[in-house]
Every structure is written in structure tokens, then in C-alpha cells.
């Protein structure tokens, strides 16, 4: 089996990006009537390839196929001088899970924001995401906070 090969997304990995992005938005109820509009992941996926935008994509492929995606972005915070890393968007093809896409995916992005210069990496997760808890509590701390949401 040849290795997973974690790289920056290409505006020609659309096609194979889109079935990923469908999933992971599902997997958040995100689908069907609560799907996104699609001007929104119009927007996100330009926003990858402007150099103004501090919103990064890598994907994992292996043979010539996607297998998973991670979107993560930069920014400022009020307890560093250095920007902080927050990756907003981790998914895998379902049919490739357990196979170490998710955790190369993640050392991915640690590898990015290291090279930027960046000390620390957070996200999160719901808390009935048990399959990918397992996995974040081997590959990072968690910290104990709730997170609050509100539309304004």
C-alpha cells in the first residue's frame, strides 16, 4: 500500500475536494434543507487560493485519490504575540478511517503552522464525535472548555 501524502489543495482537486466537503458537512447536520448555501463554499474554496486570506487547505491522497481534508486558518490572539493556528474542518472518507488519515492530516497541519511560526494549534469537536475524540486525545490535550454560539 503506498504511503498517504499530505499536501496543499490545488484548484484542480475540486472535483474529488467537493464528495469530501459534502461529507463532512453532513456529518454536522449540515445536508439536505440545513445544507449550506452554496455561495458559502463558493467563498471558502476561493478563499484557499488568495494569498490575503489566511485560510490554508491540505488534503491526503494516496494513489491518485483523496481520502481526507483539513481546512485550518491564522490568527491573532490576545494571549500571544504570535498568530495561533485553528483548524476548523477535519474529515475522512469513511471508507478509508482507522487507515491514519486523520492523524497525518493533523501532524500536517502542525507541520504548517511550525513553519509559520506558530506555537499553538486548537480546534474543535462535538462532543458525541467519539471515533475522532479517540484519535485528538492521542494527538493533543484537551483543555476542558465548553464552547457558547450565538447568530447575531
Not at 439536505?32 to 490554508?56: C, D, H, K, M, Y
Request: charged share 20%; aromatic share 12%; net charge neutral.
Amino acid at each position: 500500500m503506498p504511503p498517504i501524502k499530505i499536501r496543499s489543495i490545488e484548484q484542480t482537486d475540486l472535483a474529488a475536494w467537493q464528495p469530501l466537503w459534502d461529507g463532512y458537512n453532513a456529518f454536522y447536520g449540515r445536508h439536505g434543507a440545513t445544507a449550506l448555501a452554496s455561495e458559502i463554499t463558493e467563498v471558502t474554496w476561493q478563499r484557499f487560493f488568495n494569498p490575503l486570506e489566511p485560510v490554508f487547505a491540505l488534503v491526503a491522497e494516496q494513489d491518485g485519490q483523496l481520502l481526507g481534508l483539513t481546512h485550518y486558518l491564522y490568527h491573532r490572539s490576545t494571549t500571544r504575540i504570535e498568530l495561533t493556528c485553528y483548524l476548523q474542518d477535519l474529515f475522512t472518507d469513511p471508507a478509508a478511517r482507522g487507515k491514519g488519515v486523520g492523524r497525518a492530516l493533523i501532524q500536517g497541519v502542525y507541520e504548517q503552522a511550525k513553519a509559520a511560526g506558530i506555537t499553538r494549534v486548537y480546534w474543535q469537536t462535538h462532543t458525541t464525535n467519539a471515533a475522532g475524540r479517540l484519535l485528538y486525545d492521542k494527538v493533543a490535550k484537551h483543555m476542558g472548555f465548553i464552547v457558547y454560539s450565538q447568530e447575531v
